[in-house]
């Protein structure tokens, strides 16, 4: 049997999704990044939401997300992507909006933007790719690395007295009454990108439903920011990032109703 | 006859955003501005037009908030002062390389740091010398009256959506907080999301239909070559700027030897000063640039052929000045170029000005 025999139409079993094209990747080699742009471009296409769908990638190694996947896209500054779709989904309610984050993007220079657009209950997915680095200028230190890890910035390992503690900023999320569904997920192997797409699925169908803030935190490797091999790369994570930032839902609800919060007569006292 | 009203400055600002079809605002409290976001929450447009209105965590947040609302080819508006729009100049530099449409109000007040809440006019250089990273340039209009906060509100989205292009309205503290006798606009509706699609469906970031490719909002291009090209598409931009969007505003200049250079309120104190230097029997007249950028360069040149001197009158330290004096040396004579102004929320009394053209250039 020859190649040509084999390649056809009804021995087709998978392929990738049609919003993902055909540009070539710029990651390297065992980056989870393209692993999540292909679940996400699943979701985007199973929900039939693609020409609604607008996407807010960040400063950080996912900033060309927008080469890959075939929707509308804004670029936002570092940091910025919460505060970006909150404008974009504010003057259009009837479309669905997310943004997707690296650790230094969304729990560093943007702590802000996060918190609040959460906070404010902002019907939107935030995709938080925590690699526990900064992989696109060089492999710094991230709030997100862990104690004793080595960056360029953390030579001789991140040190709790210089550099403070790594940041679980998903938990901190998750106590946020804007949020209704906070996950802590990873892609190193199909049953884990199974119920990471799961998680994805969740998460834009709660925008779709107006239920306030969608947040899907992905514990990613970065390979060359660790200076491992990508088989490597796995297991560090398996062995170091899952104890400390242990994968599944954190938070599965509804955004918190006015009635914990409102105070009776508290409008008419000050009026 | 529109409707007339006595309103302040700052309040003027959020009425004619309501009436120009504004579809949103995103801001911060700051001193003398807040009446902005204060006047737009009390009148609750979204009730009556839609247009969202937002209290957003910071200025850094409120730029970020009208990028990506502009993005989606919608009207969007913020206001600060002084230091909040400094820390809005990384997004304002975003929304410049995009290629966004938006307008932005600064109701200055005197710096540096935090300074104080009195009038100044010393953000002039960073309005129109670009304030944020990179060559950039905002179409810069300067309101010296509470009718000009409105009229300008409606003018800054038209020259911004020309251009695409983000265009601020360099106001002062006096301007915003002053009352006077304000035409409000007619109102105009809303654009609705098809004719949006229909106008801007090329650009902004609608949803991406099967029969388009996508829209894609951004400043980076890593391809040097291509992002020359870029800036040299915004420099085409800036050019044309120049050529047909220069606005100004001259008063007893035709028989003038002496010429008061002055913008926004500087050049309402200048107007008083003219009257009393008439009257002493010197022959002075006032040019108000109106856009600061792009600035009133040739008539400024074409006064040099035939008055004798200029003074700028600032409420900074001399900032314009740099921009009479290319004019002036733009025009070949050697006209004498000096500055008159006061520094820290201090406002000059137009005697003052008299004084100093006395002493410093008729003297002189
Ligand atoms: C205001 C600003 N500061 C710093 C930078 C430089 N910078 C670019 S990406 C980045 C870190 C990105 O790390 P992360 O968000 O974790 O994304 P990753 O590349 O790891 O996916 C930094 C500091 C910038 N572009 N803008
Ligand atoms: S540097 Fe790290 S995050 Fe960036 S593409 Fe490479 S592996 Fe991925
Ligand atoms: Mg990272």
Redesign the pocket.
Known sequence: MELKDIIKEENLVYSKPKLLNDNTMHYCPGCS?GVVHKLLAEVIEELGIQEKTIGVS?????VFAYNYIDIDWHEA??GRAPAVATGISRVNPQKVVFTY?????LAS?GTAEIMHAANRGENIVVIF?N?A?????GGQM?PTTLLGQVTATTPCGRDLDRNGYPLKITELIGQLPGTSYVSRQSVHTPAASRRCRKALKKAFENAMAKKGTSFVEVVST?SSGWRLTPIEANKWMEDNMFPFYPIGDIKDGEKAGPEAYFQQNLKTQLA | MGELRLMKGNEVIAEAAIRCGCDAYFGYPITPQSEVMETLMNREPWDETGMVVLQAESEVASINMVYGAAGTGKKVLTSSSSPGISLMA?GISYIAGAELPCVIVNVQRGGPGLGTIQPSQADYFQSTKGGGHGDYRLIVLAPSSVQEMNDFVDLAFKLAFKYRNPAMILADGAIGQMMEKVELSDFVPRKTDTEIETEYGNWATTGKKANRSKNVITSLELDSVLMEQNNLRFQAKYRQMEEEEVRYEMIQCDDAEYILVAFGSSARICQKSVDIARAKGLKVGLIRPITLFPFPTKPIAELAERVKGFMTVEMNAGQMIEDVRLAVGCSGNSKPVIYFGRMGGIIPSPGEVVEALEQKLIGG
Do not use: K
Not at chain 1, 101 to 105: E, L
């Open positions: 990044h960040p400063v950080g190694c996912s500054a570092h984050q690296g650790d230094g993007d220079i790719i690699n680095i900064y992989g696109m200028t991230a970065c | 990384e």
